[in-house]
């Protein structure tokens, strides 16, 4: 990064009051902040431009204040791969170098953006393959926020000058943040990102159509509720302490009773907001009839989905996918009791869309290329 790069203030993930406060500090007359933020957020947020000089309503001598003391940056993209399902999956570069992942799930009538909060993630859950690598930092809010732009910058989807268009014909119509790391881990970051992405006038993706994952953590959860207001899922991956302690470490820390008695107290919790719970089916360790039946007793009384998972394996994993029949027998028991159990496809599989693998592929390949070298 050069001095004048460094000096310059990335603009990307201030909340409105920030941007507002950096234009005050800039000189912007107070008098005018709004209507500059006002249109600023409107270029960047709903059109997606980047260059302040292209910003035609905006006075000269501002554009040149902009241009002169600030920048529009989202995360570099390094690697895209696009697999034979349509799958697309990046590894961006953020500041400093650090690298992450996001992913693209096009579906009928809908498309998926799988969001990064940290590099690295610190609750080494056993069968995720990011719990492998080191835990290096939060994402800033400019780059949590910067993977959705970059993606739409990606599949060309910012609407040009004059025209309008709804949430349900865009690309990216929903949000999740089941990336790399733990979203409730990086609290301040992802709410601050998540308004911005829920904001009317900019992103405008509601938050009916972001789904917070966690694996549990439970202080967590009652200010998602209040803070961000938006859905919520749960990696539960086991129906008792004893294996969930293994496969969850964090279940250490809050056991299955402590967090569904904060998923009951869940503000908003209805039917038409209810809690995905998902969970990853591990041959032989927690796909048995009687998983599925005290799955159910322990979620009894909560507005819920589950989501089942065929484990999507990585090189070195000590699991193994649950057959196709044992994960239709545990779906038909889950739907028999009343809640939705559909099976997640696995997607992008050629493409090593197993969250955390592209990032370790690469950093492989950089190894093997540089003890070549
Ligand atoms: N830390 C958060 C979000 C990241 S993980 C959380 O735990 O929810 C997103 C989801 O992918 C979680 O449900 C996680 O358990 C699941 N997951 C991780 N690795 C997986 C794998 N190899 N196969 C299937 N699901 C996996």
């Given at each position: 990064m050069t001095q004048i790069e460094s000096d310059?203030?990335?603009?990307?993930?201030?909340t409105r009051s920030s941007l507002s406060q950096t234009l005050l500090e800039l000189g912007v007359p107070e008098r005018k902040l709004k209507m500059r933020v006002d249109q600023l957020w409107n270029w960047v947020y709903?059109?997606?431009?980047?260059?302040?000089?292209?910003?035609?309503?905006?006075?000269k001598d501002f554009r040149d204040l902009l241009d002169k003391n600030s920048v529009l940056r989202v995360p570099e993209c390094r690697i895209r791969k696009i697999s034979m399902d349509g799958t697309r999956k990046y590894l961006f570069r953020g500041d400093g170098g650090h690298e992450f992942e996001t992913v693209f799930i096009p579906e009928e009538g809908r498309g998926t953006l799988c969001v990064s909060s940290?590099?690295?993630?610190?609750?080494?859950?056993?069968?995720?393959?990011?719990?492998t690598q080191a835990w290096v930092r939060n994402l800033t809010v400019s780059e949590i926020v910067g993977q959705i732009m970059a993606v739409r910058d990606d599949l060309n989807e910012w609407p040009t000058v004059g025209s309008t268009y709804t949430s349900e014909q865009r690309l990216i119509s929903n949000v999740v943040l089941?990336?790399?790391?733990?979203p409730l881990y990086n609290f301040d970051n992802v709410r601050d990102a998540m308004k911005i992405v829920m904001d009317g006038d900019g992103l405008s993706i509601s938050r009916r159509r972001i789904t917070l994952s966690t694996a549990g953590v439970v202080p967590g959860i009652k200010r998602a509720g209040e803070e961000i207001g938006c859905r919520l899922a749960i990696s539960?991956?086991?129906?008792?302490d004893e294996i969930r302690d293994k496969i969850v470490p964090i279940n250490r820390k809050w056991n299955i009773a402590t967090l569904l008695e904060a998923l009951r107290n869940y503000?908003?919790?209805n039917n038409s907001d209810r809690i995905t719970f998902e969970y990853v089916m591990l041959k032989d360790l927690n796909d048995s009839e009687e998983d599925a039946r005290r799955l159910v007793s322990l979620i009894r009384n909560i507005p819920a989905k589950v989501n089942l998972i065929p484990f999507n394996s990585w090189p070195g994993a000590q699991f193994e996918r649950s057959t196709p029949e044992k994960i239709s027998n545990f779906a038909r028991i889950i739907y028999n009791s009343g809640y939705p159990s559909p099976v997640r496809t696995p997607r992008g599989e050629d493409i090593l869309a197993a969250c955390g693998q592209l990032k370790s592929e690469t950093s492989r390949l950089r190894r093997k290329r540089i003890s070549v070298n």
């Open positions: 310059q203030k990335n603009l990307i993930g201030l709903v059109r997606g431009c980047r260059d302040f000089w292209a910003m035609s309503n905006l006075a940290q590099v690295g993630c610190t609750l080494n859950c056993t069968f995720c393959h990011t719990g089941m990336g790399m790391g733990e539960f991956h086991a129906t008792t503000p908003r919790l």
